[in-house]
């Protein structure tokens, strides 16, 4: 639903379309890579880690001053600050994922020949 929203609002010019791109990589990169992980393991134990549950509320609080910002008037520094505090805890949380994805491959490839 959050990418429904930020499909919308980038549709509507109304935010950046290379944040949305980045917030859609980084969705496609995560499904991915649980997919493969399941696929493998045959289990699914993704915990969201603290960087990523900040990147989930800061894309909330994003949308919801966007919208709020066509409504009322609403400072433009603020939305300004939101849209580069989301494209840091985009690729803060998406960089976790995958250092935490090569890691448990690390710690269960040496598992596997001790």
Known sequence: MLISSYIALGALN?????LVLIVIM????LLSGAVSYVS????FEIEPSLIS????FVQILLV????????????V???Q???GLTLFT?????????????????SKHSSKQA
């Open 64 to 75: 919801l001053a966007v919208i709020y910002s066509q409504i009322n008037a609403f400072p």
């Open 90 to 106: 985009t690729i803060a949380s998406g960089y976790d994922y995958l250092v935490e994805e090569r890691s448990r491959r690390a």
């Open 77 to 79: 520094i603020i939305i």
């Open 14 to 18: 109304l935010l950046p379309h290379w």
């Open 81 to 83: 600050t939101l849209i």
């Open 26 to 29: 980084r969705d496609v990169a």
């Open 53 to 56: 549950k900040l990147n989930t």
């Open 40 to 43: 493998m393991t045959r289990r």
